[in-house]
């Protein structure tokens, strides 16, 4: 009020109510108001005993087409500026304390239902609905504004009505209930819920329902996922057979991935740079068209992992999971521009994922499900990916227990014999015969082995030997320069941990330098393993 003595005659009136009052130094600017802000009300909705004709609500903008809603929330009152409604302005601060009370407590209550995981809808006495929080919204695919006003009876299926009704009828007697009926989503699917109603009374009236539903669907489909994971990594925990894991591993993806069709597992070669199609009982309707396209039985493809997209070729190796929607552009892709719909005919999907099995760092193998749908939550796919570890987890135990096996007697051997090379004064001629047993025992194409001269910090390599197919026939390379170990920091990490490392040529994420050395060589795949004498390490070991 920027009329100073008026300001003046308002604080007096309202101290006289008991109602403490402070002065602004400076009055705030006006608000803009636009003539659309305006709403005019009846007068009688105000608390005073004689109410003017008519009175004038400016309604926030936000408000859009809700005015009620902010006639009970947070729209200004416009009393005309008259000393006479001086005396009732008390009452009027009174009503707004008490609704602003009001508001508060249903907003703190809101609050509390939005949290909670089922749904939660408030009716009036005609059955109306007065609340609907989000989650109930969005099981039954609407937004909550669009269910407000509607009747109970429209989101319960035709054929449950009766049940419905009948429970209801209830609530007047302070009858609380729970029972199953079926919901119809936005798309007029069906939807089992189970109910949980209970009758809400005001000074003794009857005033509503509180009402909680939850999505038994959603239960169902959770139960049988939780099971499908549990029989995987029982399997995997077994150490059951392949077979047997990837059967249940085939049964878990179709279970968790909504529109899941079939699957077809493909097993990584040592380099990860292709992969083979593995045989499952019964075997997939996928491999049946990849014989039809190749027109070669199964165990005989090969598919070069450079075949793929490129976004694949990036992201597979990586661990992430791949999509795509084009089914007859990622046929033509990886098989040839040959590939025409009728080929993809048999499956009929709309899309297909592509789920890594990764696992100590290297690419075991890819898991292909197909779709009918043209996509997959994220939910299904973190729970996917979740089995497709575990499998690729297997694949690593399973390789390394039938190496260490197959190589452990053969090991012992050779590094009693490294020992005693790394003893000797003449290590030479000793080196040259472990070479040839790390080519024999690990079956690689190359073994070097160079010692550590600490005080040049450089490598001298004493042994060099490949192995010459054609020949049968081990053969050294020429003599090689000694070379510092600080220009490879992955030798330099393994002299340093004294732990082995693998380093492959497809690793995107590996040393450039050490990369860089493979590729002159043409070596695809790269072992170091340290030479430990007394504790200390004085050399390596290159495969």
Known sequence: E???????????????????????????????????????????????????????????????????????????????????????????????????????????????????????????????????????????????EELLGCHFSEIIHPDDQGLAIAETTKRPHGIASQYKVRAVRSDGSPLPVWIAATPLFEKGQFSGVLTTFRDLSRMKSLQERSQALQQVAIAVGEERDLPEIFLHTQDALQTIIGGAQHVLFTIASEEGETIRPLMTSPPSPLLDLLENILGIPPSEMRLPISRLPLEWQERIPKGRPCISLDIIGLGREVFGPEITEADLQMIQARSVVALPLRSGGLLRGITFVTLDRPHIHQEELDLAMAVTNLVASALENRSLLERARRRAYNLD?????????????????????????????????????????????????????????????????????????????????????????????????ADPHELAYMREAGDKTLVILPLVHKGRCIGVVEL
């Open 2 to 144: 920027p009329d100073t003595a008026f300001r003046q005659q308002i604080e007096e009136s309202l101290h006289k109510a008991g109602i403490l009052v402070t002065g602004l130094g400076e009055t705030s600017p006006p608000v803009p108001w636009k003539e659309e802000d305006t709403l005019i009300i009846a007068a009688d909705l105000l608390p005073i005993p004689k109410p003017p004709a008519t009175v004038i609500v400016l309604v926030p903008p936000k408000a859009g087409d809700a005015p009620a809603q902010v006639l009970e929330s947070d729209a200004i009152w416009c009393i005309p500026r008259d000393p006479a409604w001086l005396p009732y302005l008390p009452t009027f601060l009174a009503a707004a304390q008490v609704q602003g009370d009001r508001l508060e407590a249903r907003d703190v209550y809101s609050r509390v239902l939005e949290q909670m995981d089922e749904g939660v809808v408030i009716e009036d006495a005609e059955g109306r609905f007065t609340f609907v929080s989000r989650r109930a919204a969005e099981v039954l695919g609407y937004a909550p």
């Open 413 to 509: 051997r050779l590094f009693e014999l490294a020992q005693a090379m790394a003893a000797s004064t003449e290590p030479t001629e000793l080196a040259a015969i472990a070479a040839r047993q790390f080519i024999q025992i690990l079956d690689v194409e190359e073994a070097s082995i160079s010692l550590w001269d600490r005080q040049r910090d450089v490598l001298q390599t004493i042994a060099d030997i490949w192995y010459d197919h054609e020949e049968d026939t081990f053969r050294p390379w020429p003599d090689v320069r000694p070379f510092p170990p600080a220009r490879f920091p992955a030798t330099r990490q393994v002299m340093k941990s004294r732990q082995p490392l693998q380093i492959l040529i497809s690793d995107p994420d």
